[in-house]
């Protein structure tokens, strides 16, 4: 077992490496946007079943893959209807089951010949599976029925040595942040049901909205931030608001915060991330990108802007890690998931 | 007039002694010098660092100065300068608070300074032996290029500026960080960029879009390449190995767009006398870039002379402060100066 740390600089060497043991049948602990995952090569046998002879998992329970957009048609059948769905939450922290074209091992398949799919939005599975250009196992790295792991460390903790003895190679990213393992949906069926509840969940305060241009954004975002103003008006003098602002470099997350920054009237927001935040009054506008560990955060002085009248909002959210107990606790908070649908066209889904 | 100099702006603690123009001793302590000496990791951006160590840079800074010790080195100290913004809130702090309990102590008066003004400046900063020689020949058409900052400004005069342009999103030096990033190569990515795009022989094989050209005013954009970029090595993974065709033609889109935004300024403004200051014009190929360009016009583009200066240093912050000194800019209730993050010019 060959353990490496990811860091910035070595990106394409993991994806090599990983790749190059997922060639040879190997077994990989792999970081994802929910929990370690242990990843083979879906469509190998071998590698197949010694993937469930480490889960100890029982014969005929099905084990979801990771893939992207392209591959969904290859490995399963889908109606038009269906791939409208798909391009509203995906990619995200959802497990997909869809009538299995049997591209994959069999054993992977639930007895009714469905397969679970999963296009999470995280940068290295992506990379792995558009170089990989096959589908790859996307169990979490437990044993059946125990709980999930975020870290490396606990994860070799919990390991038999014959355990240890299957894994090839582990990729360790540090803590991850906690999120809950994704929100099975199952589109096998006439009306979507939701198998297992993660951490995104479909409540009727969720609303998706589409954007193709720069203006539009900021425009969503003043609609959202008025509206939000009306709901919390009493509350926002109890507790300060926090949006927490997710999606990829690129897709907009500044953009969105200056539409809030203009409702207020502050036309001079520019991005913060080579200074992590700046403040405009009680507006702070942060950036938690070069945030590399969560003892920067202590120095960042967080509690002291959690006052009453404050609006916060935070770029790189996913980076907050443990700090959004503390923002959940002070403040009301608002998730904001930015994603590309294409270069132009981008989905914001905003959770309140 | 000697002038102790304090800039906490980012994430590297600095203190020079200066006079006039000339820089008697300046000390930087960046993460670098931090992993070279301790071999630990300090959080590089972190209030606490800054904390850590000013009374060591404030010490180094006078041991340089004079051969005396501390108390008698500040006796021969006439003013002291701090920034004052822009930059990152709780390390200004640090630096603020350092200016105000040392003037207490040694009855010193304050002058502060905009960072900003310090990168316009740091052109015409000498080393102690008052070299370079250049005379100021107003005005200038100045531009900022840092990791936090891109601006126009016309420097009219001593600490007479206009601000006619700057960016509406990311910075250059910031939209080359993230770059790097995307290719896998770092922080800070600068560096690393321009040395694969020389490798590459400067050329631009993609083509990504120059942003704002085709406005007429003199504001940058950067995000809209960061994200035709993203979209390109997306859309096309495998191009990730010709990582330096891939670092060049980013670089030359981001300087491009400097280039011809600057061309544009000096259209507008009839000036043809440059002055570049920030850390993105560490970068030789940008240098080259506005030379070609201030020739064309039959001016001059100056650039800081010695590569501290790039960065951020006090060095330029006491030589600013020198000439506020000479108007007597000095700060009249010590007690109520606080930071300024986004200060303007």
Same mark, same amino acid.
């Given at each position: ?34 929990v ?26 099905p ?40 591209? #994959? ?11 679970g /799919? ?73 009306? #979507? ?61 500044? =953009? ?12 001079? /927001? ?37 006052k009453?009248?404050?609006i ?10 443990? /700090? ?29 | 007039m ?9 994430d590297?603690t ?12 300046? #000390? ?84 502060? =300074? ?24 107003f ?5 900022? =290029? ?99 065709l ?11 767009t ?62 600013v402060?020198?000439y506020k ?21």
């Open positions: 077992m060959r353990i490496i740390k990811l860091n910035s600089n070595n990106i394409n060497q993991v994806i090599n490496n990983t790749i190059s043991v997922l060639r040879s049948n190997g077994l990989v602990v792999f970081p994802s946007d929910t370690y995952g242990l990843l083979c090569d879906a469509t190998n046998e071998r590698a197949v079943k010694k993937l469930i002879l480490f889960k100890e998992r029982p014969a005929g329970k084990i979801s893959v990771f893939s992207n957009f392209s591959l969904i048609n290859e490995l399963t059948t889908i109606s038009n209807q269906q791939s409208k769905t798909l391009k509203q939450i995906l990619p995200g922290p959802f497990t997909i089951i869809l009538p299995s074209k049997h591209k #994959v091992n069999k054993l992977l398949e639930s007895e009714t010949g469905t397969l /799919i999963r296009v999470p939005m995280y940068r290295y599975i992506e990379l792995l599976v558009g170089q990989f250009k096959k589908p790859i196992t996307a169990t979490s790295a437990n044993l059946a029925g125990r709980s999930p792991y975020y870290s490396i460390k606990s994860l070799l903790n919990g390991l038999t040595e014959k355990q240890k003895k299957l894994i090839d190679l582990v990729i360790d990213a540090g803590d991850l942040p906690r999120n809950k393992p994704s929100t099975v949906v199952d589109l096998t069926q006439s009306d #979507v049901k939701v198998l297992r509840q993660g951490d995104i969940s479909f409540s009727n305060n969720s609303k998706i909205f589409l954007t193709e241009t720069s203006e539009e954004t900021k425009n969503i975002a003043k609609q959202i931030f008025i509206g939000l103003r009306t709901i919390h008006k009493l509350s926002l003098r109890i507790k300060p608001l926090i949006f927490i602002i997710e999606g990829e470099m690129g897709v907009g997350k500044t =953009v969105f915060v200056k539409g809030i920054g203009e409702q207020l009237g502050i036309k001079n /927001i520019i991005s913060p991330t080579f200074v992590i935040y700046y403040e405009y009054g009680n507006f702070y506008h942060f950036d938690l990108y070069n945030i590399e560990n969560n003892e920067e955060f202590k120095h960042l002085g967080l509690k002291k802007f959690l009453p009248g404050n916060l909002c935070f770029e790189w959210g996913e980076k907050a890690g443990e /700090i959004i107990n503390i923002l959940k606790e002070k403040g009301n908070v608002i998730y904001v998931r930015m994603n590309y649908i294409n270069e132009k066209e981008r989905k914001i889904t905003v959770n309140f | 000697n002038i102790l100099a304090i800039d906490t702006s980012c590297e600095s203190v020079a002694v200066t006079d006039g123009r000339r820089v008697l001793s300046n #000390v930087i302590y960046s993460q670098v010098l931090l992993h070279k000496k301790w071999g630990g990791v300090v959080p590089s951006i972190a209030k606490r660092a800054h904390e850590e160590r000013i009374d060591f840079v404030v010490e180094e800074a006078l041991k340089k100065f004079s051969i005396f010790n501390f108390q008698f080195s500040m006796k021969r100290i006439d003013c002291i300068a701090v920034t004052q913004g822009p930059g990152l809130a709780v390390a200004l702090e640090v630096g603020i608070k350092k200016a105000k309990e040392l003037a207490e102590k040694y009855q010193k008066k304050i002058i502060s =300074v905009n960072h900003l003004e310090g990168h316009i400046y740091s052109a015409f900063v000498e080393n102690s032996q008052g070299n370079p020689k250049r005379n100021f020949k005005p200038y058409l100045a531009l900022i =290029v840092s990791g936090g900052h891109t601006e126009f400004v016309i420097f009219k005069d001593h600490l007479e500026y206009e601000v006619i342009g700057s960016t509406l999103d990311d910075a250059a030096g910031e939209a080359l960080d993230k770059a790097a990033k995307l290719l896998g190569l770092g922080y800070p990515g600068g560096p690393v960029i321009e040395r694969l795009a020389k490798d590459a022989g400067n050329i631009d094989g993609h083509n990504f879009p120059r942003p704002m050209l085709r406005s007429k005013d003199l504001n940058f954009s950067f995000s809209g390449l960061k994200t035709s970029f993203y979209y390109f090595l997306k859309k096309n993974p495998s191009m990730i190995s010709e990582v330096k891939l670092a060049s033609s980013f670089q030359e889109a981001v300087f491009d400097l280039i011809k935004k600057t061309e544009m300024a000096m259209k507008q403004t009839g000036i043809n006398k440059l002055v570049i200051g920030g850390g993105v014009v560490a970068n030789m190929r940008l240098r080259k870039l506005m030379r070609d360009l201030a020739k064309k016009y039959h001016g001059e583009a100056l650039f800081p002379s010695y590569k501290y200066l790039t960065g951020d240093n006090a060095a330029m912050i006491g030589v402060a020198g000194a000479e108007k007597n800019l000095f700060v009249d209730k010590i007690d109520e100066l606080d930071r300024i993050p986004r200060m303007n010019l």
